[in-house]
């Protein structure tokens, strides 16, 4: 499947000249020789007195929500990066538009980012949609790229570096700790699209791995916001537990009438709260008794993560929330400079070589590694609890590794180069199992 | 449908009422039109309800080819209704319509007007914004090549006067030339059969004598008409026979001096005025 | 299958169908404009319940403040701009999907991506196995409600003869005397009201966000095209049929099921009925009365 | 005056009442902004090209909206379906089968898919006699239909051939388009696939001025301002109505292909209730009667979002909405039109001298 190999770096002919960059940087960290310019090809720029990291988050449309806290932390970051003198003693830039949660605008602009800005590296999109929309865009310019969503899992390609958990990672977490703790009987609802089918197909293949069962599953549209025909589905079936992989604002009414609804299960879920923080936008007890599997919530009970907090609330004082991905965006950026350091440059090959040999990460949420065979991280996983107050409990905390790719399909980006997504029906019977 | 020439008496309502096609509407005995016949146009048994509400009534009328006939009675009489089902802009109760050996009562409007029966609106209904020139264009090319065009369109303008008003939009066109742009656009079609609905309503004495003027011409060239008019007068200038329709059927029919000299017809209808 | 759940079910489709489609019916079926900024002003109306109710105030009155709030807006953008669109339907709709856009991100620049929301009040009803939430049990009351409220403001009241009168024939209300100006400003505020209210009335429901109007809009113009000319009536009837239609197929085949069900109804009644489920009625009335 | 003379025979078809610009001048003026057009890579690059060439695209879409809408009468929300049918037609045909033969034929049966498409829909509303803004309701809706149904397509079922259809992701690594004779072969990217989009715009922005010149053209016209008075002159509306909406439907597939090729992925966000809606603000802005104000404006306006969105602000979409109202308020024909009656009323102001007056049609 990698058709879009065909015509590799198709983009680099006819390259435009002097970049007009700097002049949008949010940071405040212009630094004046940014007209310079140059017109070195490759994938990347090498000899400028600046390093560009194009941040391509959603600030309007329908994944704002999501988008401004990767977007805010992703400026955290580089700030406080260009406090300490930069990457390589370079001042760090930003091309920093807002793609609007539209994935055509995405593709226009990572191409601009790629082609007139060339960033040296580039965090862009929420949605698997959008990944997916312009890899093939970063994969014909070989583009190092970070995707920072947790997401279904699965994705080998040699130029993506993916640094959110997996499906797998979370649901691993957070299952096996429900099925101890309520039973075997599991009803699944999951968002009807490939994140929310893939991550079921997890549930199945974990349910089937702990001797627990899938009694139902339920796949709503993204569009759907009326959920009576779910909670009486629910009620019919009478599960020990439901995993609810609910995505998006319409998905998030769930809760509130699944309240007053009465309907009180205990819930697992690997979306809600850690990404969205509906514990802090519900009125309680909307999310009474639902647990997740995450890498990060604010919450998170250490020292280190407190000072993190402190620190982005001093930068955004009206921030609602620290959520997972903003941690994602926040640590990745401080790996890729400590790649780049540790390189001496900011080649893009260079800095992707360095990578795939591994590296350990201190982030907010803990002591971290990089897979680098998979281009994917180890992390500290916890489950948490809601309760009826909405104040967040960690149950159980270990290292999950990604799994997938390493162990069941065996990929090895160190030695072979790829651009492919993989799931888990071509891999495990239970997660194959035809649906209603 | 083949024609015969047995033509029938179009007056007796009893007998037409025998057969009922698939449609479920009467069919008269024997068509009564086409080769053979000089009947153009002939309803049988045309009914048309709104609701509850009847507004023509099994209704038996006849046009022959090249008259010129009237088409009077009081207000709420049927006059335009009978003439929308004639052209289809409605559809029929039930009954039918023989126009030159077919029945047309299931035909669409502009199928109708593909036959010969063409059709000026009670309100002139030109296109507002389109000039005099494009508006007749749009008739003119309808039975004209390519070769020409230009030049048979400002022939259509100038038959109707308005040949150097080719480029004002219809909209800004006085009432009569509006009228007028409408009477020649429907000529322009060729047809056999023009259905007038009130052509002089509200004209100056000059435009009312300029519209009688162009239908007594396009008469003379074998054209056929149906007009609705209140004016008698106008209605004696240029009618060579009268229907009188009241509450949706047919009262009287005749000659102009015969409905004139009727007392019943100067009771319903010139009385009532 | 149980019986009650459908019944329940069948109410919830037909409140949040009605309620999504009333205040777009209005305003169409009167003024024969589509406001495309319908999710928006329902999205106001529920912003301005949710920010009353944070602040202190009883939930009741602040659902009424979300109606208010919802209605001076659709008095202020039709005295400014709505107005000056009467003879230019299809422009109304490209301004209208505007002001949607205006309205969807000035709030989010305003009081950012999300606020904190108000819970459902009014508990449960428990059934054997099964529970059910008091408060959509009266949302289905509540839309019933509205449906008669406006039968009675169109059918029994000075301002509604005036109303119909206008929208029949402009012309000959205005040489009646009626101010139609004022009619149109009137009917535009009551159609934005009525979003208000269904903003108000599902916010506790709900997630109340920048983006939350276009969850309504599929179930709204479904409704109306299908409702036909007869705005009430037409609401009502295709709150009724998409209600069955959506709570059956629902519940056979899930919701993804429902609601293409839903959708494909509403283009075999399109096709089939020109003048729709109004026009069907009328028809049947007719014959009636003709035979 | 020879070359004047040809020059002016040729540009005879494109001329009528029914466009802007049917002057000397004019065509002058078009052929310099064509021959820049065609010197934009060389002088900006393959980037800025193929930047471009997505606005270019946008153009086809939004003329065949101007010719269903502007022209006919008929405000369509489904242009996009038929641009999404066809982005997905090609995704699936070209994916499924891919050698560089089948992605040059993927291109002429996806058009053709779309277009039957318009055209069985177009059968559906205008034989059902479907009238005024409730075809314009039932397009949306039909829109909203594929929205919900292609955003559905997530499970391993929703596969055709090896091409899964991914639901809310879409569709990603669609080829580019190839054309081949023998062994040679060319892969549109770049500059080359700007410069095909550029052409193809031109064809069938004239294309398009022929037609609505014509004899066709003046039906269209008539439609759009009378149906019962266009039928009482004999034409069948409902025939002219359903043609019209299946080039629509051919115009809107054409540039859906181009869209799929462009970016390489095609999404249910292509059938969208936003995307749908922005066709229509193209042809509002730029003049509804008017093809050029249809392209300029979409040009234009797509332009200017890409540069709002890569600003960052935060009042991005407010200032697009703002632009919006502005334009239909005060300027309700449109801006070209607009544009062009300005320009023509200087003209006459600075030449008052007795010259040919060259821009009166007939």
């Known amino acids: 499947m990698c058709l879009y190999a065909i015509s590799v770096s198709r983009m680099n002919d006819g390259r435009s000249g002097p970049s007009r960059r700097s002049f949008l940087a949010t940071g405040g960290t212009v630094a004046g020789a940014a007209l310079a310019g140059c017109l070195t090809g490759g994938g990347g720029s090498g000899g400028k007195d600046t390093v560009t990291l194009g941040i391509l988050e959603d600030r309007s449309g329908n994944f704002a929500l999501n988008g401004t806290p990767k977007y805010n932390a992703s400026m955290l970051a580089i700030d406080e990066l260009n406090d300490d003198g930069g990457i390589l003693g370079k001042q760090i830039e930003t091309f920093a538009p807002d793609p609007q949660s539209d994935n055509k605008r995405y593709q226009q602009l990572t191409r601009q980012a790629i082609n007139e800005e060339q960033v040296d590296a580039l965090w862009a999109g929420y949605s698997s949609a959008t990944r997916e929309a312009i890899r093939p865009i970063i994969d014909q310019n070989e583009q190092l790229y970070f995707y920072t969503t947790q997401y279904e899992g699965g994705v080998a390609d040699s130029y993506t570096f993916c640094m959110g958990a997996t499906a797998r990672q979370q649901l691993g977490m957070v299952m096996p700790y429900l099925i101890d703790e309520f039973g075997t009987d599991i009803y699944t609802i999951a968002a009807d699209y490939n994140f929310g089918q893939i991550s079921a197909d997890w549930v199945r293949v974990l349910a089937n791995e702990h001797d627990a069962n899938v009694i139902g599953e339920e796949f709503i549209p993204l569009s759907v916001s009326q959920f009576g025909s779910t909670i009486n589905n629910i009620q ?132 971290i590694s990089l897979q680098g065979k998979v281009h994917h991280m180890t992390h500290d996983m916890r489950v948490f609890r809601c309760d009826e107050n909405h104040d967040i409990h960690v149950m159980e905390e270990h290292k999950i590794p990604e799994q997938f790719l390493s162990d069941t399909v065996g990929v090895n980006l160190r030695e072979n180069d790829q651009t492919k997504q993989y799931v888990p029906a071509d891999y495990f019977e239970a997660a194959d199992a035809t649906r209603e | 449908m083949t024609a015969t020439d047995t033509a029938t008496d179009t007056d007796s309502t009893e007998e037409s009422q025998t057969a009922l096609d698939a449609a479920g509407r009467q069919s008269p005995p024997v068509a009564a039109t086409g080769p053979g016949t000089d009947t153009l146009l002939q309803t049988s048994g045309l009914t048309k309800r709104f609701g509850g509400f009847t507004a023509i009534d099994n209704v038996d009328f006849s046009v022959d080819e090249g008259q010129l006939r009237c088409l009077i009675g009081p207000n709420g009489a049927g006059k335009s209704t009978l003439l929308k089902l004639i052209t289809g802009r409605h559809d029929a109760t039930s009954g039918a319509i023989y126009y030159d050996g077919e029945d047309i009562a299931d035909l669409r409007p502009n199928d109708r007007v593909d036959l010969g029966i063409g059709m000026k609106f009670q309100v002139p209904s030109v296109f507002d914004e389109l000039t005099a020139y494009e508006n007749m264009r749009l008739s003119v090319q309808r039975t004209h090549g390519d070769d020409n065009l230009d030049e048979a369109i400002l022939d259509g303008l100038k038959r109707i006067d308005l040949a150097e008003r080719a480029t004002t939009p219809a909209g800004e066109l006085s009432h009569g030339q509006q009228g007028r742009l409408e009477i020649g656009m429907a000529a322009a079609l060729e047809p056999d059969l023009l259905l007038l609905d009130e052509p002089v309503a509200g004209l100056s004495l000059e435009e009312r004598r300029e519209v009688a003027d162009l239908v007594t011409e396009l008469n003379g060239d074998g054209i056929a008409f149906i007009v609705i008019e209140h004016d008698i007068d106008f209605v004696a200038e240029i009618a060579d026979e009268v229907t009188v329709l009241h509450g949706g059927q047919v009262f009287r029919e005749g000659s102009i001096e015969d409905i004139r000299a009727d007392d019943e017809v100067r009771r319903i209808y010139l009385g009532g005025e | 299958m149980n019986p009650l759940n459908l019944l329940f079910l069948f109410a919830d489709n037909f409140a949040f169908i009605v309620l999504s489609a009333v205040g777009l019916a209005v305003i169409f079926g009167m003024m024969g404009v589509i406001n495309l900024g319908h999710g928006e002003f329902i999205m106001i109306g529920a912003y301005g319940t949710t920010l009353s109710a944070n602040a202190g105030v009883p939930l009741p009155l602040a659902m009424v403040i979300g109606v208010l709030v919802t209605a001076v807006m659709g008095f202020v953008l039709e005295r400014t701009i709505i107005r000056r669109l009467y003879d230019r339907l299809l422009d109304s709709m490209v301004a209208t999907w505007a002001i949607g856009l205006i309205l969807t991100q000035g709030v989010r620049i305003a009081l950012g991506n999300s606020i904190p929301q108000i819970s459902t009040p009014l508990g449960t009803i428990a059934y054997g196995e099964f529970s059910y939430s008091t408060y959509r049990v009266v949302l289905s009351v509540v839309a019933l409600a509205v449906l008669a409220g406006l039968y009675v403001l169109f059918t029994r009241t000075e301002f509604g003869i005036r109303a119909r009168a206008t929208i029949q024939d402009p012309d000959t209300a205005r040489a009646l005397g009626v101010d139609t100006d004022r009619m149109y400003t009137s009917t535009f505020v009551i159609g934005s009201a009525l979003a208000g209210l269904t903003g108000a009335l599902y916010a506790p429901t709900l997630t109340v966000v920048p983006g939350m109007g276009s969850s309504f809009l599929v179930e709204a113009f479904v409704a109306v095209v299908i409702g036909g000319p007869s705005v009430l009536l037409g609401t009502t009837l295709s709150g009724g049929l998409l209600g069955v239609i959506d709570a059956l197929f629902t519940n056979l085949y899930g919701t993804f099921f429902g609601q293409i069900a839903m959708l494909l109804t509403a283009i075999v009644v399109i096709r089939l009925l020109s003048n729709g489920l109004t026009g069907l009625v009328e028809d049947v009335r007719n014959r009636m009365e003709g035979e | 005056m020879g070359i004047g003379d040809t020059f002016d025979r040729l540009c005879r078809p494109f001329e009528g009442p029914n466009t802007i610009g049917n002057t000397r001048r004019f065509w002058i003026g078009f052929v310099v902004v064509v021959l820049a057009l065609l010197g934009y890579p060389i002088g900006f690059g393959g980037y800025a090209a193929s930047s471009a060439a997505l606005y270019l695209l946008y153009a086809i879409l939004g003329l065949s909206l101007s010719i269903i809408w502007g022209y006919t009468g008929i405000l369509s929300f489904g242009q996009v379906v038929f641009f999404g049918i066809a982005g ?251 544009l062009n009656v300005a320009l023509l009323n200087v003209r006459d102001r600075s030449e008052t001298t007795p010259d040919s007056p060259d821009g009166t049609p007939e």
């Open chain 1, 236 to 367: 019919d079936a009478d599960p020990d537990f439901v995993m609810a992989l609910l995505v998006g604002a319409n998905h998030t009414s769930f809760w509130n009438q699944r309240t007053s609804a009465g309907l009180d299960l205990p819930f697992g879920t690997s979306t809600v709260m850690a990404q969205g923080y509906q514990h802090k936008r519900l009125d309680p007890p909307a999310m009474k008794g639902v647990y997740g599997g995450f890498n990060y919530m604010q919450e998170v009970p250490t020292d280190r993560n407190q000072d993190f907090v402190d620190r982005y609330y001093e930068k955004y004082p009206d921030a609602p929330y620290v959520n997972e991905e903003c941690v994602n965006n926040y640590f990745s950026i401080k790996m890729y400079a400590q790649a780049a350091e540790s390189v001496g440059s900011t080649n893009q090959e260079d800095i992707i070589a360095e990578l795939e040999k591994g590296m350990d990460v201190s982030a907010p949420e803990g002591d």
């Open chain 4, 88 to 338: 997905y037609s090609f995704a699936l045909i070209s994916m499924n089968l891919s050698s560089t033969l089948t992605t040059m034929l993927a291109l002429p049966i996806s058009v053709a898919v779309a277009t039957i498409a318009s055209l069985v829909l177009g059968y559906f509303m205008f034989y059902g006699e479907v009238r005024d803004v409730y075809v314009t309701i039932l397009t949306l809706v039909v829109s909203i239909v594929m929205n919900t149904f292609m955003a559905q397509t997530a499970g391993s079922e929703w596969t055709v051939g090896s091409v899964a259809l991914g639901g809310f992701n879409g569709i990603p690594a669609i080829p580019s388009l190839t054309f081949s004779v023998g062994d040679a072969s060319v892969v549109l990217d770049g500059s080359s696939f700007y410069w095909f989009t550029l052409i193809a715009l031109l064809v069938v922005y004239l294309g398009l001025r022929a037609l609505v010149n014509g004899r066709f053209g003046y039906t269209m016209v008539a439609t759009r301002e009378d149906e019962d008075r266009t039928e009482m002159l004999g034409y069948d509306v409902r025939r002219i109505k359903l043609l019209v909406f299946g080039l629509g439907g051919a115009l809107a597939g054409f540039a859906g292909v181009l869209y799929a090729t462009w970016g390489n992925y095609v999404s249910p966000s292509v059938f969208g209730i936003t995307f749908a809606s922005i066709p229509v603000v193209w042809v509002a802005v730029g003049g509804r009667r008017s093809l050029l104000g249809a392209v300029v404006a979409t040009v234009v306006i797509e332009w200017f979002r890409q540069q709002l969105s890569a600003t960052g602000s935060q009042y991005a979409m407010v200032i697009v909405g703002a632009v919006l109202l502005l334009a239909i308020l005060f300027v309700p024909e449109g801006v070209i039109p607009r």
